[in-house]
């Protein structure tokens, strides 16, 4: 026994682990975990239309743009040292295959040209779903009222080659269907598209955190729900399954979505893989703090770089977050 060796004095002198906290260069010194904006990335929704900045009202701070007025939000984004944006398109019109998401003059291929032409160096990653553009608001075509897998992966390979066309540096499904890895990983290499990336939101949960987001992209479903094809919140085992699956069809990056709710199942992928892991702190997730935060309950900004920090924490190199902007802010505010 230790405590017989060293007598009880020494071990609680040996175990005196606020020696560790004394100061704020020992506490700097002993951080096993640091945000850098590098690993931050910015959600951005793009609409069509001229001259339009649009608050949305359920997520405080954060506007749909559109292309000629994205620019400024974005140089505003890299002035504060963001280097990252994902990109989400909200199309004026609406239709049962979702056309908008594939069409080469949509809101998204048309902010990536635009994007990589002002910001070249900018990584512009771009989100690969229908459900922006279905008249339905689900992740693809239906068939006898469910999604019908084999009939969207066609259309999710067509978006993702539309984009990566377009200048996009990442692609993104998250639509959740069987397969979608592979199939849009094909559809680029055979479009010469070899070095595009391609992240997948391989573990996306069927979550009540989208909320503000389905008013941003004004992506509610029309009927039913998504839980035929998003995962339950109460598994984990099965989100290793999807991402195993994701990395064996090729993904190049994995993402779990949403994050706080689930840092348990980003630590599991990061002991199983060494594959990058990207977390996406949701709507919701930035709007209970905001919300909370404007009534004086919670401190917006300790709160919102300790969910951050507990996302890295928790193994994630990537953070996907409305908070970005002010994140990079108060990052450089530190320093
Ligand atoms: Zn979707």
Not at 56 to 79: C, E, F, N, Q, W
Not at 228 to 242: F, K, L, T
Not at 244 to 268: H, N, Q, R, T, W
Not at 269 to 291: C, F, L, Q
């Amino acid at each position: 026994m230790l405590e017989e060796r060293l007598g009880r004095k020494e071990v609680e002198a040996g175990s005196k682990l606020r020696r560790l906290r004394r100061t704020d260069a020992i506490r700097d010194m002993l951080s096993e975990n640091r945000l850098h904006v590098s690993s931050l990335v910015a959600p951005v929704f793009v609409r069509d239309g001229e001259h339009v900045e649009e608050p949305v009202a359920s997520m405080p701070g954060i506007s749909r743009y559109s292309v000629d007025k994205l620019s400024d939000h974005v140089g505003r984004l890299t002035d504060v040292g963001i280097r990252s944006v994902l990109l989400f398109g909200i199309p004026d019109s609406k239709d049962d295959a979702g056309t908008g998401a594939y069409s080469a003059d949509g809101p998204v291929p048309r902010a990536i040209r635009e994007l990589k032409s002002q910001y070249p160096t900018l990584v512009v990653a771009a989100d690969v779903c229908l459900c922006e553009y279905t008249s339905h608001g689900h992740c693809g075509v239906l068939e006898g009222g469910t999604v019908s897998n084999a009939r969207t992966l066609p259309f999710l390979a067509k978006a993702a080659t539309q984009y990566a066309d377009a200048g996009a540096d990442i692609v993104c499904p998250s639509a959740m269907m069987d397969g979608q890895v592979l199939a849009i990983r094909k559809a680029l290499d055979e479009s010469g598209h070899e070095e595009e990336l391609l992240m997948g939101y391989s573990a996306k949960y069927a979550s009540s955190f989208y909320g503000p987001f389905r008013d941003a992209a004004r992506s509610a479903p029309s009927f039913g729900d998504r839980k035929g094809y998003q995962m339950s919140p109460a598994n984990s085992r099965e989100a290793m399954r999807e991402i195993d699956s994701d990395i064996k069809e090729g993904a190049d990056i994995v993402m779990v979505k949403p994050a706080l709710p689930y840092l348990d199942v980003i630590s599991k992928a990061r002991s199983r893989h060494d594959v990058p892991i990207a977390a996406y702190s949701v709507s919701g997730e930035y709007s209970m703090i905001k919300a909370s935060s404007a009534k004086g309950w919670l401190d917006e900004r300790g709160a919102a770089m300790e969910v951050a920090t507990s996302i890295k924490r928790a193994g994630a190199d990537i953070i996907i977050t409305y908070f970005a902007e002010q994140l990079a802010v108060w990052l450089r505010e530190e320093q």
